[in-house]
């Protein structure tokens, strides 16, 4: 019996040395489950993001330009163009083809537009646009 009982204790011990605790498991397990959550809120973003309508996106670009507008000065219209100094750098907005551009440089703000102006009306700054065949008006300042 004596003998058994060291073969016994000798496997116990053996077992345990080789395999991984409750804890170790359990945090392994939630570590999964946080990257995984991750996964999901990162892939349903990118769904929303590609399935968002061209009408939203034009709501987005607009309160990206009131956000622009707000932090900068000399805000005027000039040739059908919104200018303003923004971070000591003047900023255009004009219209090329079907697309409002921020100049210098080439960044897209509106696509698929028909036609693009700009409006001062004394202290108020409008950009109207068209856009399938709709007519949109929307203050900036």
Not at 17 to 26: A, D, Q, R, V, W
Not at 113 to 140: A, C, H, K, M, P
């Amino acid at each position: 019996m004596l003998f058994i009982n060291k073969k016994i204790e000798s496997w116990m011990k053996k077992s345990t040395k080789n395999g991984f605790t409750l804890i170790e498991s359990l945090i392994s397990l939630m570590i999964c489950s946080i990257v995984s959550l991750i996964g999901v809120i990162y892939i349903q973003t990118c769904m929303n993001v590609v399935s968002m309508k061209p009408l939203h996106q034009n709501q987005l670009a607009i309160l990206q330009l009131r956000q622009i507008a707000s932090l900068s000065h000399d805000i005027h219209v000039e040739n059908n163009a919104l200018v303003m100094i923004y971070e000591h750098e003047e900023i255009r907005w004009v219209q090329d083809g079907n697309r409002l551009v921020q100049r210098d440089g080439y960044e897209i703000w509106m696509e698929g537009i028909e036609d693009v102006s700009f409006q001062e009306n004394e202290d108020e700054i409008y950009l109207l646009w068209t856009f399938n065949g709709q007519r949109y008006q929307s203050q900036i300042v």
